[in-house]
């Protein structure tokens, strides 16, 4: 099952999307499927069908994000994090052959189109999880387990 909390920045892009698909693409796409309706035949009209499966697309969406956005717990900044790997935190990682990792702890909702974050329910998330700098980080991989040391923690504060 997933975490249900979501950072400030996830809760608003997720409401903008809403907003984008109920009030501009929507009505838009509405308007095709009533035009291509009026044309006559349905089975034979690709502007009918395509739009059609369009809009049950968008309904499906808009059920989605309504239903998420009205469950899930946004999860603030708090001073008393600083220093600490918590969620929204900013996480850069190495290991002892110098590579290095960079990435932000977020709700699953909020990693898709966003290449350095990463869910809270990940087993790299988990294991960084209340972690503070030069502590070491054991994540386990398909391969056996890999050690990781925290290099530097960083919060992104709202205004």
């Not at 929204?88 to 990792?101: M, P, R, S, Y």
């Amino acid at each position: 099952m997933k975490t249900q909390l979501i950072t400030q920045q996830g809760f608003k892009k997720l409401q903008a999307e809403l907003d984008e698909l109920w009030r501009k693409e929507r009505p838009a796409v509405t308007k095709i499927v009533t035009w291509a309706a009026s044309l006559g035949d349905r089975s034979e009209n690709a502007d009918y069908q395509y739009n059609k499966r369009r809009l049950r697309e968008i309904d499906r969406r808009v059920r989605f994000l309504r239903k998420t956005l009205e469950q899930i717990t946004i999860v603030k900044y708090q001073p008393q994090q600083e220093g600490k790997v918590f969620f929204g935190a900013w996480v850069a990682l190495e290991d002892i052959d110098g590579k290095t990792l960079k990435f932000r702890i977020v709700g699953p909702e909020e990693i898709y189109g966003e290449k350095d974050y990463i869910s809270i329910d990940s087993p790299m998330a988990r294991a960084c999880i209340g972690k503070q700098v030069d502590d070491e980080v054991i994540v386990p991989t398909p391969t056996g387990k890999k050690a990781w040391y925290v290099t530097d923690i960083s919060y992104e504060k709202e205004a």
